[in-house]
C-alpha cells in the first residue's frame, strides 16, 4: 500500500489516499475512528486545547463495507481554527521550525497558518492510514502497540510481554508504570506553565512478522524501511532499534542475543537486536525507539529574523501548542510502523 497525506492545519479539509489496499476488506469504521481519538488533541490539560472531533469520512475506495480495490480516501474536518494567532509569522518563522525552509522550498507561497503542510495535525490522516494498514496486518495475526518510554528524563518500565504493551497503549496516558506516568505529567503541566515544552521518547514493537522479510541492500532493509516512515512523522529527530545506542556501552558477550529452540521453532533468548539481523527480521518482535524534540511552539521569547528586512527580531509566538507532544504522537508512531510492516509483507 502506498500513501499520500494532504491538506494544511487550517484548510477546510485534511485526509488520505491509500492506493494498493486490498479488496474485500471489511473495514471496521469504529476501530478506525477509535485510533483517531487516541491522537485527537483538546481533551488533557497536557495537551493543545485545539479541539476537533477527528471524525473520518471516507469517500472513496468502500462500497458496502468492504474496500473496493480502488484507491482508498479518508478526508477530516478542521474546525476549530484561530488563524490569526499566526498572522505574525509568515515573514517571522519559528525557530527550529518548519517555517523557514519550507518559505524556501515553496518560494514564499506556503500556507502558513497553524504550520500549514508541515504542522503535526497532519498526523490524524496518517493514523487513519496506519488504522487500515492495522486491520490488514491482523488478518495475518500481526500487531502493533506503543508506550510512552520518556519524557524529559524520566523513564517508564520496559514491557515484556505483548499484553503489557498493549494494555498500556489502551490508557489515555500509555504508559506501563502509572506512577512513572504521573511523573511525566508534572513535568508536561511544570513546562506548561513556564512557557516553554519538553521532548521523549516511544517504544513500539511489531509483533508477529515472520522470519526473512528484507534484505541487507539499500531500499530493502528493514531499519531503513521502518525509518522512512517514521521520520515522515513531524518532530522526530532520533531512531534506534533494539538495544539502540547502548550498543556503545556493552560488549559481544552481553549484545548478542543466545539462540535457542522453543515448540520445535529456532528463537533467541534477548532481543537487544530489536527483531532485526542482518537488515532482515529474525521472528522475534521488531523493537524500535522514536525519539521526540521539545515543540518548537513555546510561549517563552526567542530570537527570529523578518524575511522581508533581514533583520534579527525578538519573536513571542501566540496560539494553541502541545507543550510535549509524546503523549498523542504514540498512536501516530503505532501508524507508521503498521504501514512500514505492510511494506515489508509486500502489501
Do not use: W
Not at 515543540?295 to 502541545?322: C, F, M, N, Y
Amino acid at each position: 500500500m502506498h500513501h499520500m497525506i494532504f491538506g494544511e492545519s487550517h484548510g477546510p479539509v485534511i485526509g488520505v489516499t491509500l492506493s494498493g489496499v486490498p479488496a474485500g476488506l471489511a473495514l471496521d469504521l469504529d476501530a478506525l475512528q477509535r485510533q483517531l481519538d487516541r491522537r485527537a488533541p483538546g481533551k488533557d490539560s497536557t495537551a493543545t486545547p485545539r479541539k476537533e472531533s477527528d471524525t473520518a469520512h471516507v469517500v472513496s475506495g468502500l462500497f458496502e463495507g468492504k474496500t473496493t480495490g480502488a484507491p482508498l480516501t479518508i478526508l477530516i474536518q478542521n474546525s476549530d481554527q484561530h488563524s490569526s494567532d499566526y498572522d505574525a509569522l509568515r515573514y517571522t518563522p519559528r525557530p527550529s521550525h518548519g517555517d523557514y525552509p519550507g518559505f524556501i522550498s515553496s518560494k514564499g507561497c506556503q500556507d502558513h497558518r497553524g504550520g500549514g503542510h508541515f504542522s503535526g495535525r497532519l498526523t490524524a490522516p496518517l493514523v487513519a492510514a496506519g488504522a487500515v494498514a492495522r486491520q490488514v496486518l491482523a488478518q495475518q495475526g500481526i500487531a502493533v502497540a506503543a508506550h510512552i518510554s520518556l519524557i524529559d528524563g524520566t523513564y517508564d518500565a520496559h514491557f515484556e510481554t505483548q499484553a503489557d504493551l498493549e494494555d498500556a497503549a489502551a490508557k489515555p496516558f500509555p504508559v506501563l508504570d502509572d506512577e512513572a506516568g504521573e511523573k511525566m505529567r508534572a513535568l508536561i503541566l511544570d513546562a506548561k506553565e513556564s512557557g516553554d515544552s519538553v521532548g521523549g521518547a516511544v517504544e513500539c514493537a511489531v509483533f508477529g512478522l515472520p522470519v526473512g522479510l528484507g534484505a541487507p541492500d539499500f531500499g530493502k532493509n528493514v531499519e531503513g524501511i521502518f525509518a522512512q516512515h517514521l521520520f515522515a512523522i513531524p518532530a522526530v529527530k532520533a531512531l534506534e532499534f533494539g538495544a539502540g545506542t547502548a550498543f556503545g556501552y556493552l560488549r559481544g558477550s552481553e549484545a548478542n542475543d543466545p539462540l535457542t529452540v522453543e515448540d520445535g521453532k529456532v528463537t533467541a533468548s534477548a532481543n537487544n537486536a530489536g527483531g532485526v539481523n542482518g537488515g532482515i527480521t529474525n521472528g522475534l518482535p521488531v523493537v524500535f525507539t522514536a525519539t521526540f524534540r521539545p515543540t518548537p511552539s513555546i510561549a517563552l521569547p526567542q530570537r527570529s529574523v523578518d524575511l522581508r528586512t533581514g533583520e534579527e527580531v525578538e519573536l513571542v509566538i501566540k496560539g494553541r501548542h502541545d507543550p510535549c507532544i509524546v503523549p498523542r504522537a504514540v498512536p501516530v508512531v503505532e501508524a507508521a510502523a503498521a504501514l512500514a510492516a505492510c511494506e515489508l509483507l509486500g502489501i
